[in-house]
């Protein structure tokens, strides 16, 4: 008796400790790392945690210093009820810089890290939306949204005082763009601001470009030079063209004031990010070479600020560059670049432009480089994001946090692999396919074939939460990613295959990638198959209910385009489908017809869900109302599910919870039912 009571008693633990499916709620509740910073010398590492409530129901938000030479040792260095951003080591590796609102506003701290309580360095009359700590700590450059032609901040503040003294809502606009992403534009712009140290807290800034009406972009585009005399930022030149052209530039100017010199003016293409080497021989940067192009491939230029002479590195090296950072030796160029379905981590030799791939498991990001080692972070289809740490020579791969420990431990994840196929042109295509969370080979499941949007993107191995692959393997599907022409990191030429040819190359892959995974996995039942995407791949579930109409038993189209004319007079950016369907709607040539899934309604016969933020101006919500209007004027099995509060994506928790809810009924409806 006493035996059965044991062996009872560990059955029941090892039901209590059994791993579950993923669920919308685990996927809402997973910690998350943020700002990421490695030390000058490379030995502390501060990192944000927002934590997810799931264990044990904690939602705070903090900082944390992890000693590299003691990986045991991790303090937590903030308590605050907000969250810290931006992050910014001093150069004496003695405190960091931070955004936080503690006094009202979001305002510039520094944070000593052996001793001592934060010190708020900024009290601005307005919000710092970024900033940027030059090396001798004398000078603050920051990031203020203001009212051009202003030349001091009282002047906007006026500004803003009498915008708020209307009676009326009107809003008057003489040039585009009106609106971008999920905002109408104010008459407000981001622009550079220059503030003194070491003199008390700065109540004061110096707008470095009050006569320009545009934005810098970003403050993550703003370097300082190494004499601490001028800031390089990226920027468009003022103009009434900004809406359909991608020439950002880099512009010099002095923290004193006076004229911005471009010096990029050569390139009509984009020109990004600049950083300078800690010796300040070099500055690097990012540039494409087509004019337009918004998914041309970033090459990385290096000037030598001595001779002048200006040279893209490893021109043969067929990958764009997402992130930089020079090594400690200045010769040496760490990049991350999306790579065969992964974002991977290379070196590249500013001298001779040799290319080595030190990581490539994976999505590497937050890249930092000190003294020996480089940190990251990393996350794949069954893990989210952790610190890692690597030697600069690509040795000694070392897991630096497990911030998702007990979490991961009450899941259990989908076994996943990457395929590949001879595509359209006979082409080499990938993809990545994930069984079900308790997969069976007896059995046969139905199948998830998720549509990437962009175009030019990837469902590679990451993970994410709003198109995340596990959910559905443990909804009990087969799921199928596969990355057509058009897709990133396989060589600029297949990403630039897609333009021009929307509904042509990549609808070709689509329908031999789904041949291919059933004949290659007969435990996938292609008779139980939805199709699903977003954006770009909502324009494909639309395509498809016209060209394919019998593939799939149900479709659904997440802020998909659906007329294609309508979608160009109505979407923000239009230097993306003039590049990618040849020029402004009404020229003769272009491709709004040709590839215009509203011209092929009366094909459409498969029940399809759509799905759409009202807040959503890259693809106005009444591309949805009008694929929804078609499939019931046809009497069509459909759902039209809309959310007023979200843009292109879905971000509120709350409403995630409903989405994918909302899909996996309709994917059970038609393959389950």
Sequence with gaps: MKQTLVALSVLLSGAVMAKAPLTVEHLNQFNKLHDVVLSPDGRFLVYGQTNGGFSPADTSSDLYLMDLSNLNKVTRITQSAGRESQLQWANDGQSIYFIANRSGTNQVWQLPLYGGEALQITDLPLPVEGF????????????????????????????????????????????????????????????????????????????????????????????????????????????????????YDIFKVPVSGGEKQNMTEANPAWDAQPSFSADGRFMAYKAMSKPQAEADKFSLILLDMVTGQRNELAPEFDRSISDYKFGPDNR????????????????????????????????????NVASDKIVFTNHKLDMPPEVFQLSTDGGSLTQLTDINANWRKAVQFGDYEQFSFKGANDATVYGYLVKPWDFDAKKKYPM??????????????????????????????????????????????????????WGGKPLEDLKKGFDY?????????????????????????????????????????????????????????????????????????????????????????????VIHGLKDYRVPYAQGLGAFTNLQRKGIDSRLVIFPDENHWILNKDNRVRWYNEVFQWLDKYTKG
């Design 132 to 247: 940027k700590v030059s090396a001798n700590n004398k000078q603050l450059a920051l990031a203020l949204s203001v009212k051009p032609g202003c030349q001091n901040l009282q002047c906007t503040l006026d500004a803003k005082a009498a915008d708020a003294a209307k009676k009326d809502t009107a809003m008057a606009y003489d040039q585009l763009m009106v609106r971008h992403w999920d905002s109408w534009l104010t008459p407000y712009r981001s622009h550079l601001h220059i503030a003194e140290l070491g003199k008390g807290t700065v109540k004061n800034a110096v707008n470095l470009m009050s006569e320009w009406n545009t934005d810098i972009a970003g403050i993550n585009e703003v370097a300082f030079t190494p004499d601490n005399e001028s800031l390089v930022f990226s920027a468009k030149i003022p103009a009434e063209d900004q809406a359909w052209h991608t020439n």
């Design 448 to 501: 998830a074939f998720l549509v990437h949007g962009g175009p030019q993107g990837s469902f590679g191995n990451m993970f994410n939460e709003r198109w995340n692959a596990q959910m559905y393997a443990a909804k009990g599907y087969a799921v199928v990613m596969v990355d057509f022409h058009g897709s990133t990191g396989y060589g600029q030429a297949f990403t630039d295959s897609i333009s021009r040819d």
């Design 332 to 367: 040496t160029i760490y990049v991350t670049t999306q790579d065969v379905g992964q974002y991977s981590i290379y070196a590249i030799n500013t001298s001779f432009g040799d290319v080595r791939k030190v990581h490539g498991d994976g999505t590497a990001g937050a890249l």
């Design 517 to 609: 995974i059933v004949q290659a996995q007969p435990w996938i039942d292609a008779n139980r198959a939805c199709a699903l995407g977003a954006s770009y791949g909502g324009y494909m579930m639309n395509w498809i209910a016209g060209n394919w109409p019998t593939g799939f038993k149900c479709l659904v189209n997440h802020a998909g385009l659906y007329d294609m004319p309508s979608f160009y007079g109505s979407t923000e950016e239009l230097w993306f489908p003039e590049f990618d369907l040849g020029g402004p709607v009404w020229q003769a040539e272009s491709d709004y017809q040709k590839f215009n899934p509203a011209a092929l309604a009366d094909k459409w016969q498969t029940p399809m869900l």
